[in-house]
């Protein structure tokens, strides 16, 4: 390996979308060369040194006195010369987000020929038309059935939206979901389906997607760059199994750089084509791990924060969103995001980019 990107999550609910204590999902890591990788281990252990155990930036975020101590190590691991990535997803849009991804799959039902799933821009205008046409029990209720699908919630849930959608004389729509209303029994089997290895609370969360995407951002780096990296994960890990098999599918070393562009220009990555391998580690014995953690914990705090009342926002948490949050901004020539990524509503995004440029709250 030419270099390692160390990976933690933060915000981990599971299949609970429902979770208003959490209302983001974060993937984040650093990447770091060989060369430098010492450098960050020692960086991470004197910073870390009266701590006995494994810290948790959550926990640090909660306090203004633990926020100063999260923007330190930010600005510490940042003079190792790591490169850091994240990807943000919001939690309460993704339910919509599963409305598309598993009733309008053109694999599974037959009215949606219109809808490719490489169509990645209009499933996501999708998505917020969803997310803005359907009331919050329509959404609760899909979340609900979502932990467990059946045939009787399922179709339940599809009823319901479809009404909905009648309502407001949306023709093509209602027919789509109408199409999967047909299709609801195979559907369901293909939400449920295992190996033995993996089960459906594995592949429901976002746990796997942010994963993937990060992923593709750092490979898509790697292009540039050169060399290969090798993935080191938390080893406190539910999702190894599901994990491991998305990279047993689309992790293909040197494969040739086959990205598919989008309609807007950007490039989405099919293949890990700089991916070497992928292990689990604590951090007590790989302090990047902690690195990862301080950047997943830090993202997803200042994320929940900028939604809040303004009242809640202060001076320590206007400084960490002024290190990490620019990275939404940084795109290459074809309007990629290099470094970050978020999926989530336009308010959301809007809200945050908000705070990052407004002037912090004086302090008190």
Same mark, same amino acid.
């Given at each position: ?14 299949v609970?979308y ?28 004197s ?8 810290? /948790?930036a ?26 850091p ?54 959404? %609760?209720? =899909?979340?609900?059935?979502? /932990? ?10 599809? %009823?319901?939206?479809i ?34 290895t ?6 429901a ?8 995407h ?27 199994a599901?994990?491991? /098999?998305?990279?047993?599918?689309i ?23 700089? =991916? ?17 953690d301080?950047?997943?914990?830090a ?12 009242? /809640? ?22 309007g ?20 990052? =440029? ?7």
């Amino acid at each position: 390996m030419t270099h390692t990107f160390y990976l933690d999550e933060s915000g981990h609910a599971g299949v609970n979308y429902l979770d208003n204590d959490q209302p983001f999902h974060v993937a984040g890591g650093v990447l770091i060369s060989a060369t430098d990788r010492i450098v960050l281990d020692v960086t991470m252990r004197s910073l870390l040194v009266q701590d006995q155990t494994e810290i /948790k930036a959550s926990q640090l975020m909660r306090s203004a006195r633990g926020q100063r101590r999260v923007l330190n190590i930010i600005e510490q691991i940042g003079q190792a010369h790591v490169m850091p990535f994240f990807v943000i997803m919001e939690r309460r849009f993704s339910i919509a987000g599963k409305l598309v991804d598993i009733f309008l799959d053109p694999e599974h039902q037959d009215s949606v020929d219109w809808l490719p799933t490489v169509a990645i821009e209009q499933r996501h205008e999708l998505t917020e038309r969803l997310f803005d046409e359907l009331d919050d029990q329509q959404l %609760n209720e =899909f979340a609900l059935a979502y /932990k467990a699908p059946n045939v009787a919630n399922f179709t339940n849930t599809l %009823n319901r939206i479809i009404n909905s959608l009648r309502r407001g004389k949306d023709d093509r729509l209602t027919k789509a979901f109408e199409g999967a209303l047909r299709h609801v029994t195979s559907i369901v089997r293909a939400e449920t389906y295992g190996d033995g290895t993996t089960k459906h609370g594995d592949w429901a969360g976002l746990n796997v997607p942010s994963f993937s995407h990060a992923l593709r951002s750092v490979d898509r780096f790697m292009d540039r760059t050169g060399g290969t990296f090798d993935v080191v994960h938390d080893s406190a890990l539910q999702y190894e199994a599901a994990f491991r /098999k998305v990279l047993a599918m689309i992790a293909q070393p040197a494969a040739p750089i086959a990205d598919l562009q989008l309609p807007d220009g950007t490039l989405f990555r099919g293949l890990y084509r700089n =991916f070497g391998s992928f292990r689990t580690a604590n951090s007590t014995l790989e302090p990047g791990v902690q690195a990862a953690d301080i950047i997943a914990g830090a993202v997803a705090g200042v994320a929940k924060a900028a939604i809040a009342p303004l009242d /809640k926002w202060s001076p320590e948490l206007h400084a960490i969103a002024q290190a990490i949050l620019p990275a939404l901004l940084m795109t290459d020539e074809t309007g990629t995001q290099v470094f970050a990524g978020i999926y989530a509503h336009t308010r959301t995004k809007t809200a945050l980019l908000a705070r990052l =440029f407004r002037k912090e709250k004086p302090s008190e």
